[in-house]
């Protein structure tokens, strides 16, 4: 293992410590889409159609944001995309006890988490939300991660502003008293067992589209990466089914020391290596960026 920063990660992982150039940016004259509301609930036929759905059914008022298009850039693999859970600190103990973080549908709860992040209405649109016409599976049935730290809902939590997404009873809290369990893609996919999904948006919204077979899923992740700039991979999530072993967090990030302390003795006391690191911008109030009109 490499050597690490002063916030526990590996050399040129972390933004603080490793900040990424500022890249050159043009300006292109903006390009427009009309769709018809129509088309929104219908992927378009390509070859990669059949593992590719998008819902029939709007299950929420979040608007659809869009972005100029960014030039595309060549991607090696997607196996260093990062993953992030976010769950409450309180709910970690019953988390390594049963070794596996589980889909919200699961029938192997024992107890339902302490605290929840999301509003009892969105986990019931996501109970309703199927992933695809050929299958019955909601996506309430996969264990959620976003791609970012600062996906749009945990940016909105950190900074206080309105999302139906987000339980009442949790608007306003400290982000210091939640944490973030990190993987990898690679990670992810080494049980080989568990159905994965990638979306490019919130599961929730009509037009959001399903790759469901590996190559789709490859395929959508790599034109997110590719458009870094886009809202699309902040809202984007991976899901994958039933349940996802402990032993493949890679990472479990903090906002301060009281609650790394408290998470490496818990892991300590099962046995667990998992590393811990504090990092506090995850958890402070995003920073507002105003976008300039096209």
Request: proline share 9%; net charge neutral; with cysteine.
């Amino acid at each position: 293992m490499g050597e690490e920063c002063i916030h526990g990660f590996e050399s040129g992982l972390c933004d603080s410590c490793f900040p990424k150039p500022t890249p050159l940016v043009t300006t292109p004259t903006p390009r427009v889409a009309r769709i018809a509301p129509a088309q929104l609930r219908t992927v378009v036929p390509s070859a990669s159609a059949s593992s590719t759905s998008s819902r029939s059914a709007t299950r929420s008022s979040a608007p659809r944001r869009t972005a100029t298009p960014a030039p595309m850039v060549t991607l090696l693999g997607v196996g260093e995309q990062r993953l992030y859970h976010i769950t409450h600190l309180s709910n970690l103990a019953a988390i390594i006890k049963t070794g596996c973080l589980l889909a919200d549908s699961s029938t192997a709860w024992g107890r339902r988490p302490t605290v929840e992040l999301t509003s009892p209405e969105s986990r019931e649109v996501r109970r309703d939300a199927v992933i695809s016409d050929d299958s019955s599976a909601t996506v309430a049935s996969y264990v959620p991660f976003f791609l970012s730290p600062d996906s749009d809902m945990w940016c909105n939590f950190r900074n206080q502003d309105p999302d139906v997404r987000i339980a009442p009873a949790v608007a306003g809290s400290p982000a210091s008293g939640f944490i973030m369990l990190v993987s990898t893609v690679t990670k992810a996919l080494e049980s080989g067992t568990a159905a994965v999904v990638v979306t490019d948006g919130d599961p929730a919204v009509a037009a959001t589209r399903f790759a469901t077979t590996p190559d789709a899923n490859e395929r959508m992740l790599r034109n997110l990466r590719a458009h870094e700039d886009s809202p699309a991979i902040l809202s984007a999530e991976y899901l994958v089914s039933e349940c996802f072993d402990f032993s493949l967090i890679t990472l479990i990030a903090v906002g301060n020391d009281r609650t790394r302390d408290d998470v490496k003795a818990q892991l300590k006391a099962a046995g667990r290596p998992t590393k811990v690191s504090v990092y506090p911008p995850w958890f402070q109030k995003p920073e507002k960026v105003e976008l300039l009109p096209a």
